[in-house]
Nanobody, 121 residues
């Protein structure tokens, strides 16, 4: 029983900023990779940014230099700071986490409910 709860989405004008948060709760032994994906209308879901348990990060080319992913292990929380937002960033943003509920079990691929980010031009 693991849940991911997202917050921070909203409506901003082009050039503005938002900070998304995602907290994992429930039966958690460890969390490996955490990340953010997004899905725009009529488009497939795409990776935005990921961060490993050791702090290594990867970003989609479209957001490099504008978005920053970070995590707080003590709070089982991952963040996405989104700067210099563009209309093409408009999408539903989903939190994702690779979570082990026990020491020997296979990791679970967990998803949040999604939060809407709308950037007006």
């Amino acid at each position: 029983q693991v849940q991911l709860v997202e917050s921070g989405g909203g409506l901003v004008q082009a050039g503005g900023s938002l900070r998304l948060s995602c907290a994992a709760s429930g039966r958690i032994f460890s969390i490996n990779v955490m990340g953010w994906y997004r899905q725009a209308p009529g488009k497939q879901r795409e990776l935005v940014a990921v961060i490993s348990s050791g702090g290594s990060t990867n970003y989609a080319d479209s957001v490099k230099g504008r978005f920053t992913i970070s995590r707080d292990s003590a709070k089982n929380t991952v963040y996405l700071r989104m700067n210099s937002l563009k209309p093409e960033d408009t999408a539903v943003y989903y939190c994702n986490a690779d979570i082990r509920t026990t020491a020997v079990g296979s990791p679970l691929d967990c998803w949040g409910q999604g939060t809407q980010v709308t950037v007006s031009s």
